[in-house]
């Protein structure tokens, strides 16, 4: 059981804008920013996105949010290379300890 | 560009200590948050521990009680020590380093990750 919550799957057509979403409580995410990990087929992880800021070489149509204790990352104009799993994480001031979410599979269509 | 490379053996026995090194190319091991996290086959992110430069560290509740993480400043390296390993600490085992800013954690770096599997 992860201590934040994502969807299990997100699908979306080329072009289109997808939000994906990772929510917690007050000990997590009502408290730090999150950052978001891609991982393309079982590689090494990449961060593309921490809070609202872009990591660079990331392209633009990543953003992130946040309201209360969930986080998005909205991907907009959805690219056939952005098929990955996603992971959310943050700080727990609770348990002081890092907490990632259980993952999301983005599917391109 | 700041590189990270995780070493160790890929075979360990159950019961054994499992001991892994991360070594930084590229920048300073200095006045950074340096984690391992790790990734059973087929699963997600598990997060084990972080150590900061000075040699605090913060671990996995989950975990604690087998987890020691060092750092070795002189060689840009830090490590990771597991013990009492079964079968279920089969994983990809990654390093990441986090900056150190008041209320931000996250990873900016990643290692490429290594395969540890328990087995006799």
């Known amino acids: 059981q992860s201590a934040l919550t994502q969807e299990a799957s997100v699908s979306g057509t080329v072009g289109q804008k997808v939000t994906l979403s990772c929510t917690g409580n007050?000990?997590?995410?009502?408290?730090?920013?999150v950052g978001w990990y891609q991982q393309i087929s079982h590689g090494a992880p990449k961060t593309v996105m921490f809070?609202?800021s872009l990591p660079s070489g990331i392209p633009d149509r990543f953003s992130g949010s946040k309201s209360g204790t969930t986080a998005s990352l909205t991907i907009s104009g959805l690219q056939p290379e952005d098929e990955a799993d996603y992971y959310c994480?943050?700080?727990?001031?609770?348990?002081?300890?890092?907490?990632f979410g259980g993952g999301t599979k983005l599917t391109v269509l | 560009q700041v590189q990270l490379q995780e070493s160790g053996p890929g075979l360990v026995k159950p019961s054994e200590t499992l001991s892994l090194t991360c070594t930084v190319s590229?920048?300073?091991?200095?006045?950074?948050?340096w984690s391992w996290i790790r990734q059973p086959a087929g699963k997600g992110l598990e997060w084990i521990g972080r150590?900061?430069?000075?040699?605090?560290?913060n671990y996995n509740p989950s975990l604690k009680s087998r987890v020691t993480m060092s750092v070795d400043t002189s060689k840009n390296q830090f490590s990771l020590k597991l013990s009492s390993v079964t079968a279920a600490d089969t994983a990809v085992y990654y390093c990441?380093?986090?900056?150190?800013?008041?209320?931000?954690?996250?990873?900016?770096?990643w290692g490429q990750g290594t395969l540890v599997t328990v087995s006799s």
């Open positions: 590229g920048g300073s091991i200095s006045s950074y948050y």
């Open positions: 809070g609202n």
């Open positions: 007050s000990n997590n995410i009502g408290s730090y920013a």
């Open positions: 150590i900061y430069t000075s040699g605090s560290t």
């Open positions: 990441a380093r986090g900056p150190a800013v008041a209320g931000t954690h996250y990873f900016d770096y």
């Open positions: 994480s943050t700080w727990d001031y609770s348990l002081s300890a890092q907490v």
